[in-house]
């Protein structure tokens, strides 16, 4: 696959399929994931691939209380997520979609088929994990297996997901996402994004591009 093709359509694939990813993959997806840059090259990380059926009913459990609490706390209950108040009609019906998106996923969360469960420790900025992370997806993208990066089982029910996994809770390791993996229901595309020209600045704040960029330099 031309590395474009994978930056530029590999995005959030929340509605995936029961089928099963060979091991053969599972096993590249953390081979590149490792492969990526981290800070003073310390690989302070661990990842745990979870395909056990139990296990997964398990963090769905959990996933699905951590998701209840996080709409809770940061939306008042709202299942739009706060599409209501974001004015432009467009942008809030994509909120409704990423919404609806989003609350299958926690619905399903022990039917996708292989769940990476990533841990760091020793990282005071909180972003060497990154890289790695994003290396896996796009390893993932490149065998049509789509994935979606979610904090919340780390953020809101850590000490449970720690509880099933047997995670050592003495040895300063956090979780710092979960990537869930599987043949994805949709269908790739380049994602639709503000342009270029309004996310950027030349060398200083406020200084515009003028590069005139309306539409991706790659597609199809």
């Known amino acids: 696959m031309d590395v474009f093709e994978a930056l530029y359509t590999t995005r959030a694939m929340r509605r995936v399929s029961e089928d099963p990813i060979p091991e053969d993959i599972l096993k590249q997806m953390v081979d590149a994931g490792i492969r990526a840059p981290s800070g003073s090259n310390r690989q302070g990380w661990k990842f745990i691939v979870v395909t056990d059926q139990k296990i997964k009913n398990q963090l769905g459990d959990s996933y699905r209380e951590a998701w209840d609490f996080y709409v809770k706390e940061f939306y008042g209950g709202s299942a739009d997520m706060g599409a209501s108040n974001v004015p432009n009609d467009e942008k809030a019906e994509q909120v409704v979609r990423i919404s609806k998106s989003a ?26 994990i990154y890289p790695a992370i994003w290396s896996i997806m796009l390893a993932g993208r490149a065998h049509g297996i789509g994935t979606c990066l979610t904090t919340v089982l780390g953020m809101f029910k850590p000490e449970k997901a720690f509880e099933i ?25 380049v994602a639709d994004r503000n342009p270029v020209d309004e996310v950027t600045y030349l060398n200083t704040w406020g200084n515009e591009t003028n590069w005139n960029l309306e539409n991706p330099l790659w597609s199809y």
Do not use: C
């Open 103 to 128: 609350a299958w996923l926690s619905e399903n969360f022990h039917k996708v088929p292989a769940m990476f469960v990533v841990l760091s420790r020793n990282d005071p900025t909180g972003s060497s």
């Open 165 to 189: 996994l047997n995670i050592p809770n003495d040895k300063g390791w956090k979780i710092d996402a979960v990537i869930t993996a599987g043949y994805p229901l949709g269908k790739w595309g």
